[in-house]
């Protein structure tokens, strides 16, 4: 099968074509090498990073930005946010900071310092 | 009146980036004014990823590059005057701004303005209906939802495509709301293609082209809106008209450079991008006042802010050093499919490269990009597609930019 992909790698968007009747899948339409591992993942096993919020505990209306230290496998994305929405922190965090560790895999970090 | 050598108008990434350039320039004494209470700007409630790949090498939140950038003007001691509101530039730089302290009057060598844009205000669009409840600008909602952490609606319809309402469709589905579709009056979305495929189609979002929100439906709180799509001349086609129960309306329309303090100073503006009409350096037409960022222009990349920064920042600091120089200059020109050129002057006789900024009028398939000063072509470029939401970038080298004596123009033309 041929499937027509966007790259979402960065911000060009390169239009993928990836052939998977083949083994290894074949990409074309790429403008670098990032856009070939970027095509045969998602026609496998697509992943995505989670960007949200969590609830500093501690201060009123404060919420502190996190994400996935690396990509999850995208069917979980949801189940992350549950992770996520279940937790809150207290302040201060500073970036990078581990709030959740082992989430499908990966960490959740802070992405921005509260005081 | 305090005086400063280089003084920057805003805190976000155009104004940081730009100090951090003039002081790693050579001018130490360089302030920056910013309203808010942390620096940043916008990137703070821009907690998506997706910032960085170009300037950085690496993938970052916003809340992240805007950290690098405030880490940078910290570790060199740049004095930052916050929760202070700049009220009026003049064109023979004095800054004067507000804050709990007072008025403060700054006379600077240099002023560089960053104050960055806004969103297009909803009565600008004049939709029909009620004015309930429940109907944000999507920046706004942004903010109420990832700075304080508000659920701003259930169900939702977005009008507008571009890259903030693309992200905030991704947002209120991953804080569990429904969104029921984003509308776009245009017959092409404005926002990158990357967010269409990672903020609509990752989470089934349908997105409906050459379609507007025709009617606001609710007394208290939204109920409703009914859609339709809209011909040619952007007018709705009644037998089209659709009724989709929601409780909110998210508007990303565009954004406008917010220039009131550019355009009270009396400094010359373009129509085509409501900013500044800037040089290479990004001075405007007045001297030792510089813009950068999306005060000038808006941008799609943050990393692109950061660069133009510098070079204002540059341009600045070597303006109060005496060392910027003063050249003849000659005008660039959109043509043929290309909307505007920035900057629209460049110097003549620098012996440097000059990068052009550019956004076309409509999408395009493949395309060559054509840099001519009468009949000399100085650079050119083929790109596979290009689109008004994507700004293009062409270079052309210092060698080229000898014994120019007509406009450059830019055009494109398709090509197969
Ligand atoms: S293939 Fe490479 S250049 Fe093209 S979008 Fe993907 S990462 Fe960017």
């Given at each position: ?6 790259c ?12 998977t ?13 990032k856009g ?5 993942e ?24 996190v ?22 922190v ?5 970036i990078?900071?581990k709030?959740?560790?082992n ?13 | ?9 805003g805190?976000?990434p ?31 409630q ?7 790949l170009h300037?950085?090498g ?22 930052v ?18 804050n ?5 009057e ?35 909602a942004q ?11 259930k ?14 469709a991704?947002r ?34 349908p997105l ?13 709180r ?7 799509q809209?011909?040619?001349?952007r007018?709705?086609?009644e ?8 409780d ?31 040089d ?15 005060v ?30 003063t050249?003849?200059?000659?005008e ?27 956004r ?12 001519k000063s009468g ?14 939401g994507?700004?293009e ?6 060698e080229?930019?000898q ?14």
């Open positions: 099968m041929k499937r027509e992909l966007t979402i790698i960065c911000p060009r968007g390169c239009t993928l074509s990836v052939d009747d083949v083994t290894p899948a074949v990409v074309t339409g790429n403008s670098c090498p070939e591992t970027y095509g045969i998602e026609c496998t096993h697509p992943v995505r990073t989670v960007t949200a919020i969590m609830r500093v505990a501690n201060r009123e209306d404060t919420m502190v930005s994400k996935t230290a690396a990509p999850i496998p995208k069917e979980h994305i949801f189940d992350c946010m549950a992770e996520i929405n279940r937790t809150t207290d302040a201060p965090v500073k990078g900071q709030v959740l560790t989430v499908f895999g990966t960490d959740i970090i802070v992405t921005k310092k509260i005081l | 009146m305090t005086e400063h050598d280089i003084v920057v108008i805190g976000g155009a104004g940081m980036a730009a100090a951090v350039a003039a002081f790693d320039n050579g001018v130490t004494d360089v302030v920056i004014l910013d309203r808010d209470e942390h620096l940043g700007g916008i990137l703070n821009c907690i998506h990823n997706g910032f960085g300037k950085l690496r993938e970052l939140t916003g809340p992240e590059y805007a950290a690098v950038y405030a880490e940078k003007v910290a570790e060199r001691g740049i004095r005057y916050d929760k202070t509101m700049v009220t009026a530039v003049s064109k023979d730089r004095i800054v004067t701004a507000q709990k302290d007072g008025m403060l700054i006379k600077a060598k240099a002023v560089i303005l960053a104050m960055g844009c806004r969103e297009r205000p909803r009565g600008a669009l004049s939709i029909p209906g009620a004015r309930p409840a429940g109907v944000y600008s999507a920046g706004t903010k109420l939802v990832n700075c304080m952490g508000y659920a701003v609606g169900k939702v319809v977005i009008l507008g495509s571009g890259d903030i309402g693309l992200i905030m991704r209120m589905s991953l804080q569990g709301a429904k969104v029921e579709a984003v509308c776009e009056i245009m017959p092409y979305s404005g926002g990158l293609t990357r967010n269409i495929v990672q903020c609509l189609e990752d989470f089934g979002i409906y082209l050459s379609t507007t929100v025709a009617e606001i439906h609710g007394k208290k939204v109920e409703g809106v009914t859609i339709a809209v011909d040619e001349n007018r709705v086609i037998s089209t008209k659709r009724y989709i129960p929601c909110t309306l998210l508007l990303s329309c565009g954004l406008i450079p917010e220039n009131e303090l550019t355009s009270s100073a009396g400094i010359a503006m373009s129509g085509i991008t409501s900013g500044a009409l800037v290479e350096y990004r001075q405007t037409e007045t001297a030792g006042i510089f813009a950068c960022g999306n000038l222009q808006v941008h799609d990349l943050v990393d692109y802010v950061s660069d133009e920064a510098e070079l204002a920042g540059i341009g600045a600091a070597r303006f109060v050093k005496g060392t910027l120089g050249f003849e200059t000659i660039t020109k959109p043509e043929n499919g290309v909307r505007y050129v920035l900057p629209q002057r460049v110097s003549l006789g620098r012996n440097e490269d000059v990068s052009l900024f550019l076309v009028v409509k999408p395009f398939g493949k395309v060559r990009f054509t840099v009949d000399t072509v100085l650079a050119n470029a083929v790109r596979l597609k290009a689109a008004p994507e700004m970038k062409l270079t052309v080298r210092a080229k930019m014994n120019i004596t007509e406009p450059i123009t830019v055009c494109l033309e398709e090509v197969q």
